[in-house]
Every structure is written in C-alpha cells, then in structure tokens.
C-alpha cells in the first residue's frame, strides 16, 4: 500500500543519513493521508523502503555538456523554462568535485551568463541552512562517492528534500542527477571515499545512469558495457533505470516525469528487454517501480 504524508511539517521529510530508524522517524512524525495529493500539492509519499517525494519539480539532466558545445549551453533554454521568472538566485552544490572555490566559480560565470546570481553551499556558514533557505538549487557533477558522502556528512540530504517537499527547483547534473535517484548504486564512478550509506535523496523511485554509452561494436575492450553493468544491478535489485545518453534529460513535474532534450534513454526493468526512447516522450508509466 502506497501512503501520502504531509509535508507541511517540513522536518518531517528529512531523511537521516543513516538507514536504520529513518523510516520510523518519518512515520512518527508525519501525517499520514489515505488519499493521494492533488495537482500541485506537495507531499512525501511513503511506500515500503524511504519516503519518495511526489509533487517535486526536478531537471536531471545525464551531463552538463555536450560535445562540441560549452558548459550548459544545449541545456540552457530548458533551464530557463524551468526555473521560470520566480527564481533569481540558485544555491549551487559543488561537492562531487575536489576544487570547490574553482567549481564554483566556473557555475557562477555561466548561471550569471543567464541572468541567475549563485552561491555556493561550500562558502555558507552552515551549508544546510543555505539549501533551507535556497529559490533554486542545482548540484553539479563529478564524483557521486564524494558527493553523497558529502551531502549526508552537512545535513543536505534533509535540507534539500524538504525544500523539493515545497516546491522548490531541484536541477541535476550527472552525479547531481544520480543522488536525485534512491541510491548511488547506478553511478559510472569510482569509489574514491566511502559514504556511511549508498541512500540519496530519494526524490524519484528509479535509477539514473547518466552519460549512457552503447556498445561499440568496433571495439576490442572487454569490460562490462555500461548495459552489462546495469543488468547486473538489475540482478540485485528491484526499480527501473533510465541510461540517459549525453543530451538527454528527465524533466519531472506534477508527477509527471518526461524526456527532454537532444538524445534519447534505454531503459530497463528487471525480467524486461531494455527499450529504446527519444525525446519528447512521456516516461511516467515506464519509470513507475510497480506496475
Ligand atoms: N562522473 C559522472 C559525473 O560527471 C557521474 C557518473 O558518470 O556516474 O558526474
């Protein structure tokens, strides 16, 4: 049974960073609803495993460049939609790399390029109140070890769920798009550091897998593809995953999850042949968990 619980408590929809007793605090501490939330209403929808937050408005995109193009810039009008004329700052999250001041300097150039101020969490006194207190808020890419271990380490994870439980923005890119996901377990990355828990922000019930490759079948390398390897998350674990080719992204909005931009996304479900979508296409039944 699928329940909906209010989020007017904002902390009721932090998640705490370690698994156990995390779904015992959100459901001693929020409302519980037997009806689903109306268009534009903001809940926390608890199903078995953690709180997923329905009503969010996300832009995940695979990657914040394409080839042959700079930073953002195919990227860009879909941005501007999205953050639309109320946002005019963007809290930015540069933890997935390791010069942060660099990273964040490189976000800031090209977000006042389009018209946005950013700041970035990294030179906030208490990080988490910056995301509390964010219009917008878009995390970068890079590491996805690194940057979980460093959202669960300032308290982002819950800073940024209940603002996405208001309403807020969320922009992703690459890691920033695959801690949007339950776990971190469909990253391309190394394990560079170790997160106390592979649990991310769970703001969406499938897996990203972001710069999604196909197959050369010119080459002689003999590693897993990145299909062998998502198949074999598939073979420990439940929930649908989305490969988004470079250019692809999801924008997610009044629960409705749509495929955006200039590539197209494999998609798989355990026990499925993965199948094949292009852009614009409406994903919402296709990457919901249960069917
Ligand atoms: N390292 C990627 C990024 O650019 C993430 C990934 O490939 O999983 O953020």
């Not at 946002?87 to 390791?98: L, Q, W």
């Amino acid at each position: 049974m699928t329940r909906f619980i209010g989020s007017s408590q904002s902390s009721s929809v932090g998640r705490a960073e370690s698994p156990g007793g995390e779904s015992a605090r959100n459901k001693s501490i929020a409302t519980v609803f037997s009806t689903p939330p109306r268009a534009g209403e903001n809940r926390v929808r608890e199903r078995d495993g953690p709180a997923v937050i329905a009503g969010s408005r996300l832009l995940l995109l695979s990657s914040s460049a394409v080839y042959g193009v700079g930073y953002l810039d195919y990227a860009e009008p879909e941005i501007r939609d999205f953050f639309g004329p109320g946002v005019r700052r963007v809290t930015f999250v540069p933890y997935a790399m390791h010069d942060l001041d660099d990273y964040a300097g490189q976000a800031r150039a090209r977000f006042d390029a389009m018209g946005y101020a950013l700041d970035s969490v990294h030179q906030a006194k208490d990080p988490a109140a910056a995301a509390r207190g964010a219009e917008a808020v878009f995390v970068g890419g890079g590491n996805t070890f690194r940057l979980l271990e460093r959202l669960q380490r300032t308290g982002l994870i819950a800073a940024i769920r209940e603002r996405v439980a208001q309403g807020m923005p969320y922009m992703g890119a690459s890691a920033g798009s695959n801690v949007a996901c339950p776990t971190l377990k469909t990253t391309n990355d190394m394990p560079i550091v170790q997160p106390p828990s592979f649990e991310a922000l769970n703001l969406v019930d499938f897996q990203i897998s972001p710069h999604y490759q196909d197959p050369d079948p010119e080459s002689a390398h003999m590693g897993e593809t990145q299909e062998e390897r998502i198949r074999q998350y598939l073979e420990e674990n439940e929930g649908p995953v989305a490969g988004l080719r470079e250019g692809a992204m999801l924008r997610i909005e009044s629960g409705a999850i749509v495929l955006k931009g200039t590539a197209g996304a494999r998609l798989f479900r355990r026990g499925d042949e993965p199948i094949e979508v292009e852009p614009v296409s409406d994903l919402t039944a296709r990457l919901r968990r249960a069917r």
